[in-house]
């Protein structure tokens, strides 16, 4: 929980987070050789080597002026006479030069009288010693006091780590490809779409690629089974029905009106039976402009003396999605003919954006109350309390089948009071 801050800052993607976890430990293996190189070898070395120059020095300071010369010529040592004005006024170096410090620490303890020491570049010392009144400039080559070509150790290091890296990295890629496939066609299965999908990669990846191979054929066996079901009951049904409408035709009868009334209430269900076993499942999803499809619904209805009206249109109407275009339909053909069964006007509206699709339809009936909403959307459910059952002829599928239409396209149906109507506001949300 202390660490809970990190979240925001961590990579999501897969991708990103294996980069994460192949760089992170090369970068911070790298940062400690370099340190611990630093501080413990090179550091030392230089040490070593300074003080040993810092020896030579003193050996040479300490001899007469006249005898100087030849040691420092063996040495590789110029000795020069300079003036004040010529001194530094502190010690210089690169600000990068590391083992500069160390130089310049190491020459500065070893001999007496250091006024400053000049490190101008890789190749040259400028040592400036106060000897018997007299200031005394020493030149010598920098590879005497420091290590040379210490850089290649670093390049070297950064050079083959990033290679190593890039080299993993396109291996890992080949082992996470098969989880992204899979997540991409578990994600569409989940949207109503079955793409093409075969288990690769590692064992564990194989092993949950054959698991959801087979959930996605028992799902759709049982979706196909429930849809041969209910299809073949419903059509068988029609037969009999059929021949009692007939039969009634020749009854002159006073109750004949109610008898044919019933009569076409079984035939209302068994319609009702039928949509709710081809439910989302009725077609292929295609791209389809979503806002003209709700404009021609709205205007369907219109037609047929249902009193809807159309709301407001937010989005690219030019836009398309694919979706099916048959089972949205039917899903909004039965939430408008559920509002104005249980209410008298409905109103349509949709908002279309780059992330998600909303149909939103409401009516001026009683609603249904919170505590009630998610049992109102089971088939065959019929909530008395809260519509008006006098007008029911229904057997609580409208919902149903809207439901179940959204899931099929990886969205949601939300029930909910509407602000506006004061009836029931149903939204149909598909993500895109």
């Not at 209410?343 to 780059?354: D, F, N």
């Amino acid at each position: 929980m202390m660490f809970k801050w990190l979240k925001r800052y961590v990579p999501r993607g897969l991708y990103s987070r294996a980069a994460l976890i192949l760089i992170l430990p090369v970068v911070t293996l790298q940062l400690v050789v370099t340190v611990v190189f630093i501080q413990r070898h090179f550091s030392g070395v230089t040490t070593q080597m300074t003080e040993t120059t810092a020896r030579e020095i003193q050996l040479l300071v300490n001899l007469p002026l006249a005898d100087r010369p030849p040691l420092a010529e063996a040495l590789q040592i110029a000795v020069l006479d300079v003036p004040v004005a010529e001194v530094p006024e502190k010690h210089q170096r690169r600000w990068y030069d590391l083992t500069g410090l160390v130089v310049i620490d190491r020459l500065e303890n070893k001999l007496p009288g250091v006024m400053a020491i000049d490190l101008p570049d890789d190749h040259n010392v400028h040592l400036f010693l106060r000897d018997a009144g007299n200031i005394t400039a020493l030149h010598f080559d920098r590879q005497r006091v420091s290590a040379t070509n210490a850089h290649q150790l670093f390049v070297n290091m950064v050079f083959f780590g990033g290679l190593m890296t890039l080299i993993a990295y396109i291996y890992l890629r080949n082992q996470l490809r098969p989880i992204t496939r899979l997540a991409k066609a578990a994600e569409a299965f989940g949207k109503g779409r079955s793409i093409a999908y075969r288990p690769a990669g590692a064992l564990e990846v194989r092993a949950a690629g054959h698991a959801f191979v087979d959930m996605r054929s028992r799902i759709e066996r049982h979706i196909q089974q429930r849809t041969l079901m209910l299809s073949g009951v419903s059509h068988d049904l029609r037969t009999p029905l059929t021949r009692l409408k007939l039969g009634l035709a020749f009854i002159d009868s006073e109750e004949r009106a109610a008898m044919e009334q019933d009569v076409d209430d079984m035939q209302k269900m068994l319609d009702g039976f039928l949509s709710f076993s081809q439910g989302a499942s009725d077609g292929d999803p295609e791209p389809v402009a979503v806002l003209p499809m709700v404009e021609k619904i709205v205007a369907d209805m219109k037609r047929a003396e249902v009193l809807v009206t159309l709301g407001e249109m937010e989005g690219d109407s030019s836009v398309q999605v694919p979706l099916r275009p048959m089972a949205i339909q039917r899903a909004i053909t039965n939430l408008i003919e559920n509002g104005t069964r249980y209410g008298t006007h409905v109103r349509v509206s949709a908002r279309l954006s780059e992330r998600s699709l909303r149909i939103r339809i409401e009516d001026d009936g009683p609603g249904i109350p919170p505590e009630q909403r998610q049992d109102a959307l089971k088939p065959f459910t019929r909530l008395d309390a809260a519509r008006n059952q006098n007008k029911a002829t229904g057997v609580g599928l409208g919902l149903a089948i809207a439901n179940d239409t959204a899931r099929a396209h990886g969205g949601v149906l939300r029930l909910s009071q509407s602000a506006d109507m004061g009836g029931l506001q149903v939204d149909l949300v598909i993500g895109l």
